[in-house]
């Protein structure tokens, strides 16, 4: 599984307070954890107002990349600021994101054709976030095709189908498997990430659903997810998930993480 840390994200309380404090401690203890537990690529959001989201950016950026040698995801919903802070990385990571709305892929695609950069790739369009599995794909064969027109191969673009809140609507989750399945046959070499924390905006007992859910895309074809790798129980779920899915033959990296106190209570001595 592909891992992209989620922590460092100033619409959580802490990280905003953290971020308006200049606190450069709790920022690197975030990006330390983190990549202890596994993050493929630590995801950096500045939400901050868009006059100082870039220097804001760049602050975080040095932090992290002072403290741990893992790639960067750079988040905004700002295209251009995205394009502005990449020189600031010192090594290729994630870009997060572009989408068919507002012209994004034609900003961040020519960027970064010829580089070593990804992309996570959203599924919607300047019609909003669509529900049906049928209109997302029409949408996620837009950005693919975008893609192969630039030279970026399948295997940089990260999809993800934006799962719905399951409050408001009920096929949110039969509608993100049919429409993963759909794009892995059309697209190989293709990754589906997801926000897991959307499929539970609006309910009780948040947690329980994400766990459950990623367990559910999992078994779908998705190989990717945006999410707290510090989470003992979202790290349980998913080896387990890969365990019995066979990703994990002979229970190898399931064992080994319970011996190593990753998951699970940690082993009597």
């Known amino acids: 599984m592909i891992i992209i840390g989620e922590k460092i994200n100033g619409s959580i309380p802490s990280v905003a307070k953290a971020i308006e404090a200049r606190d450069e401690a709790f920022i690197r203890d975030l990006a330390v954890r983190q990549a202890q537990y596994g993050a493929t690529y630590i995801d950096i959001c500045a939400s901050t107002s868009p006059n100082v989201e870039r220097d804001t950016l760049k602050w975080l950026m040095d932090i992290v990349q002072d403290a741990v040698d893992t790639p960067l995801s750079i988040d905004s919903s700002d295209p251009n600021t995205i394009v502005d802070v990449l020189p600031h990385a010192k090594k290729p990571g994630l870009i997060n994101s572009a989408s068919d709305e507002g012209g994004k892929c034609e900003i961040v695609f020519p960027i970064i054709a010829g580089t070593e950069w990804n992309c996570i790739t959203l599924t919607c369009d300047n019609n909003g976030i669509p529900t049906?599995?049928?209109?997302k794909f029409k949408i996620?064969?837009?950005?693919?095709?975008?893609?192969q027109k630039h030279?970026?191969?399948?295997?940089r673009i990260f999809m993800d189908p934006l799962v719905n809140s399951i409050a408001t609507v009920p096929h949110a989750v039969t509608s993100f498997v049919e429409v993963t399945r759909n794009i892995l046959d059309a697209f190989p070499g293709i990754h589906i990430t997801s926000g897991l924390s959307n499929i539970s905006f609006g309910m009780p007992i948040r947690k329980s659903i994400n766990q459950t859910f990623l367990v559910l895309a999992m078994g779908a074809?998705?190989?990717?997810?945006?999410?707290?790798?510090?989470?003992l129980d979202i790290r349980t779920a998913l080896y387990a998930a890969e365990m019995l899915l066979g990703i994990d033959e002979y229970c190898v990296e399931f064992l080994d993480a319970y011996r190593e106190g990753i998951i699970g209570p940690p082993p009597k001595q």
């Open 221 to 231: 074809g998705m190989d990717s997810a945006i999410m707290d790798p510090t989470s």
């Open 132 to 135: 049906a599995p049928d209109v």
């Open 151 to 155: 030279g970026i191969a399948f295997d």
């Open 140 to 147: 996620a064969r837009t950005i693919a095709e975008k893609a």
